[in-house]
């Protein structure tokens, strides 16, 4: 081997090792724009650059150590600091701030929750028994029952986190599928309804039932009302697992199958299954992460991750979504492409 094909080994081995390092360091990156994200630092950024020391007045923090803490959100292109020692926006920083659309700051702010945080410190524990650690730190609660009772604080974040990636997303997805040939579409567990409306609006004949729990459709009459779809809409009140309203041409699951495993989705499916009129050819519409086969990279194999060892959710091939609704009653008939991480995994009644 020669000295020149020597150097180049050396110097690829020494930028692989470097990006595992900048790997490890994922779990500090995320804790620095949480941090970021709850002093809400972009949003005072919004009128253009300021100094360390009126950004740490601002926000009730220590100067010295807001500069340690906005250099290192810069080098990763999170602000940036210019030569007089003011830091800016950047595009990545523009997702922090509070009123941009499909803003990720309450996301971030969200994922430095204690047991969203400490789930990790337990993952080999996961990996070992196939069981989440999650429910164990939150005292055996479910996750909306902590969520509501111990930390109304990250609720809040929670709940803006979903109903900001929702309107962002909700109108791209109503535009990549043709929903105008269903009559009537039931969205379970649609929360405020921001992803049925979009679809309204792009469907004048559709109408729509919106179904979940009392308090997660409380605040949907106001999202329907400024999307103009009021009088299109019935709330339900209830659960999937329990029941299922019958009777509509298509029942709609979004970012919902992922936080259960298998049979608890499989239960909820066959509630549909159960639920659709024999003379009618519905379908039900999951819009969901679809992990690729193979090495590419791709957001839902790492969100699989987090659903084990938080809550014991999981994220699904097309192979396993044919498989969970085959369980079911339900045959795959397509997977349509939508705005990522999702895809629209439609499944048919088998006669």
């Not at 990790?120 to 999650?134: K, L, N």
Request: charged share 20%.
């Amino acid at each position: 081997m020669t000295t020149s094909s020597m150097d180049g080994a050396r110097n690829d081995e020494e930028t692989a090792q470097q990006q595992v390092l900048m790997m490890l360091a994922g779990k500090w990156v995320a804790g620095i724009l949480n941090v970021v994200a709850r002093l809400g630092v972009a949003d005072l950024l919004t009128g253009g650059p300021r100094t360390t020391a009126d950004l740490a007045a601002a926000t009730e923090t220590h100067a010295p150590t807001l500069y340690r803490l906005l250099r290192a959100a810069a080098s990763v292109g999170v602000f940036a600091e210019r030569e007089d020692g003011r830091f800016e926006l950047t595009p990545k920083a523009d997702y922090l701030r509070s009123d941009v659309p499909g803003t990720l700051r309450y996301l971030a702010y969200f994922y430095g929750e204690t047991t969203v945080w400490n789930s990790w410190g337990s993952a080999i524990d996961s990996v070992r028994t196939g069981e989440p650690i999650g429910p164990k730190l939150r005292g055996g609660k479910t996750w909306f029952q902590y969520l509501e009772q111990d930390v109304p604080e990250f609720a809040t974040a929670f709940h803006n986190a979903m109903s900001e990636l929702n309107e962002n997303r909700a109108p791209k997805i109503a535009a990549s599928f043709d929903f105008g040939r269903f009559a009537t579409i039931t969205d379970l567990g649609g929360g405020q309804g921001r992803l049925l409306s979009a679809i309204l609006q792009r469907y004048p004949q559709t109408r729509g039932v919106l179904f979940d729990i009392p308090t997660a459709i409380e605040t949907a009459p106001a999202v329907l009302a400024a999307h103009g779809v009021t009088d299109r809409v019935e709330l339900v009140r209830g659960s999937f697992f329990e029941s299922v309203p019958s009777g509509a041409d298509a029942y709609l699951l979004k970012a919902i199958m992922h936080d259960w495993p298998d049979a608890e989705c499989i239960g909820v499916l066959k509630r549909i299954r159960a639920a659709i009129d024999s003379d009618k050819d519905a379908r039900v519409l999951i819009i969901d992460g679809v992990i690729p086969e193979g090495n590419e990279p791709h957001y839902s194999k790492l969100m699989d991750i987090a659903m084990l060892v938080t809550d014991g959710g999981r994220e699904r091939t097309g192979a396993e979504w044919a498989s969970l609704l085959a369980h079911a009653g339900f045959e795959l008939a397509e997977i349509h492409p939508t705005t990522p991480p999702h895809g629209i995994v439609e499944g048919r009644p088998v006669q």
